[in-house]
């Protein structure tokens, strides 16, 4: 049986914003996804979006955003209960794992990589230890998509207590010795 799947492009929106730090001139983040973004390489050239100067965007120092690449953004049908607990979240969120560019051989400093709304997958992300993975608020159409998905896949699993049998320590076991050895 082939596994049931859904995806949407997610154009991934950066912030370089210049800090005064003492090692780095300054920092990235992803501050957006664009639903149905046209088709972008995160390898190639970036397309400026914005910028500004100043306190603007709630920090101090230049700033400027960036159409990073587009990466689809697939559902899996196994996956729904981690979209369900996402969708439960205030707000739903979206999550952009970003690579350092000097792993990929690319001009840029962070690349994104990859792109969903399974918090349980970002997670699996984190436990690397090489990647950042940041989150983003899920913009009301994508919130949309995704409920749809879980409406017409989701299954509610059960939950069955393991019964213990008894034990018998007349059994061949752990730490046990068998009557031929």
């Not at 587009?70 to 729904?80: D, G, H, I, P, Q």
């Not at 399974?118 to 899920?138: I, R, T």
């Not at 207590?161 to 008894?166: A, D, E, W």
Request: proline residues 9%.
């Amino acid at each position: 049986m082939t596994e049931i799947k859904d995806s949407v492009p997610l154009g991934v929106v950066l912030e370089k914003r210049s800090v005064e730090h003492r090692w780095i001139k300054h920092a990235w983040r992803p501050v957006a996804v664009i639903p149905g973004a046209p088709q972008l390489d995160p390898e190639g050239p970036w397309r400026s979006l914005r910028s500004g100067a100043g306190e603007e965007e709630g920090a101090v120092g230049a700033w400027e955003h960036f159409h990073a690449g587009t990466l689809a953004c697939e559902l899996f049908r196994k996956e729904t209960e981690g979209y369900k607990v996402n969708l439960s979240q205030e707000p739903p969120r979206v999550f952009v794992v970003l690579r350092a560019g000097a792993d990929l051989e690319v001009a840029h400093e962070w690349v994104p990589v990859h792109v969903t709304v399974c918090p349980y997958e970002a997670q699996d992300f984190l436990d690397s230890g090489e990647d950042l993975v940041e989150p983003v608020v899920m913009p009301p159409d994508l919130i949309a998509f995704v409920q749809a998905f879980v409406d017409r896949h989701h299954v509610d699993q059960p939950f069955y207590k393991r019964k213990r049998k008894p034990h018998d320590p007349r059994k061949v076991g752990f730490g046990k010795r068998s009557e031929h050895g």
